[in-house]
């Protein structure tokens, strides 16, 4: 191994995730660990993850990718669906941990476009919008070939854009929102309402795909918000892919059939009906090959320049 290996991390509401990325996006070494209930853990379980990943290896950066809000400038996270972390200072931990070497924060839906964009589903697309749905819904951009992150790093913020003022509540403190209805345990919610008696995400895929009627509405009714999101995203923004990961993603037709279905039914104009939705090419790995690429291009090597 040498010495222009990055260490990234994805940080998930369920699982923290570490790899040593080499600088062809090679993952050299991975680990995952749950994701602590409780900040006093967090510090810890970082510790020993990064740890173990880096192996005495010195990296050349480190890579964090966070659900959000973020704040870039403190370095601190307040992930949604996470409600134990509030103005967490991940920098500060991480450079903590690593020392001497920068470290990078990016979101965890930016960092998963940038992944795919990079080594996965959205190679040769100009302008394209990553979304993770999972226990929340995260999304980033990747605009005419270059990540968007935004001024303040929260720009794709997807799961969080309202898309029926009537909706339900959402834990970011509005109503109607993508993550209120797409995500996997708001279709579960939704489901139970109605008359389904299964607890999780997988079992709601299981019994879709053995034609509960039930399960199916779930996943039609979560579809049709998700595709309003991205429709909304597609018109402002002139996209020409959406790359969609996470959890949820692996029931694979029973979501993409609906939901493409749907954008479909909602793209009006002739400029977003070329918008192709496609499914992670890189899996799991996504978000860490993002964090990863983020880190190289906010750090190049000063013989060796790297383009986004």
């Not at 991480?94 to 996965?120: K, N, Q």
């Not at 302008?127 to 270059?146: A, D, E, F, K, P």
């Not at 109607?176 to 389904?196: F, T």
Request: aromatic content about 4%.
């Amino acid at each position: 191994m040498d010495h222009q290996a990055v260490l990234a991390v994805d940080i998930g509401g369920t699982k923290i995730a570490a790899g040593l990325v080499g600088p062809d996006g090679t993952v050299r070494r991975h680990a995952e660990t749950a994701t602590p209930a409780n900040e006093p853990l967090i510090g810890e379980a970082l510790r020993t993850l990064l740890t173990s990943v880096a192996g005495g290896v010195r990296p050349s950066a480190v890579g964090l990718a966070s659900a959000g809000p973020l704040d870039l400038r403190r370095g601190t996270v307040s992930p949604v669906n996470i409600p134990a972390w509030r103005d967490f200072p991940l920098v500060e931990l991480a450079a903590g941990i690593v020392p001497g070497v920068p470290v990078t924060l990016v979101g965890d839906g930016i960092a998963a476009a940038v992944g795919e964009h990079w080594r996965g589903a959205g190679r040769g697309s100009v302008s394209m919008l990553g979304i993770v749905v999972s226990t929340g819904i995260g999304g980033g951009l990747v605009l005419n070939g270059v990540p968007y992150p935004g001024p303040s790093g929260n720009a794709g913020h997807l799961g969080h854009t309202v898309v029926d003022p009537a909706g339900p509540s959402c834990t970011c403190g509005a109503a109607g929102c993508v993550e209120a209805y797409a995500s996997g345990p708001s279709m579960v919610r939704w489901a139970r309402r109605h008359g389904w008696t299964g607890t999780d995400a997988r079992g709601l895929a299981a019994d879709a795909g053995r034609g509960d009627p039930i399960a199916l509405a779930a996943f039609d009714q979560g579809t049709q918000a998700l595709a309003r999101g991205i429709v909304a995203a597609a018109t402002l923004c002139d996209l020409d892919r959406v790359v969609i990961g996470g959890g949820v993603s692996a029931a694979g037709p029973l979501l993409f059939t609906p939901l493409r279905r749907h954008v479909e039914r909602f793209s009006t104009l002739g400029f977003v009906r070329r918008l192709t939705v496609q499914p992670s090419a890189l899996g799991r790995q996504s978000g860490l090959l993002g964090a990863a690429r983020s880190a190289m291009l906010a750090t190049p090597a000063p013989d060796e320049p790297i383009s986004a």
